[in-house]
């Protein structure tokens, strides 16, 4: 089920920072109970924003040079960006209408810009 990609250090760059549409990442362990209940929204959104926002996932046990970069305080922690540049945090469990609007909000700004 797991259709949310990884990033690691070394493909951050690439799949985040140049991406061409915005990006949400989630910062997560393995451990992290939140972080597991948080997984099944960012599928079912993943799969309904295709192609208008990526969604993908850092796990903070295996890249803290990511973390430490974005300030990762308390997991989960879901970073927003636009045109390679982080446009807004939150953290904690967040749901699924509120991402939504997030989400929408974001590509709606993204493509207005475009234009």
Sequence with gaps: MNSVPH????TFSKDVLQSPVPVLVDFY??????CRML???LEKLSKE???RVKILKVNVD???ELANEFRVESIPLLVFFAEGRPVGR???LANESGLRQAL???SETVSHQAN
Aim: proline share 12%; net charge negative; hydrophobic share 40%.
């Design 62 to 64: 295996a890249e803290p």
């Design 39 to 41: 997984a099944p929204t």
């Design 7 to 10: 990033v690691s250090n070394s």
């Design 29 to 34: 362990a393995d451990w992290c109970g939140p």
């Design 104 to 106: 929408n909000q974001l």
């Design 49 to 51: 924003f295709a192609g």
């Design 90 to 92: 939150a953290a904690g």
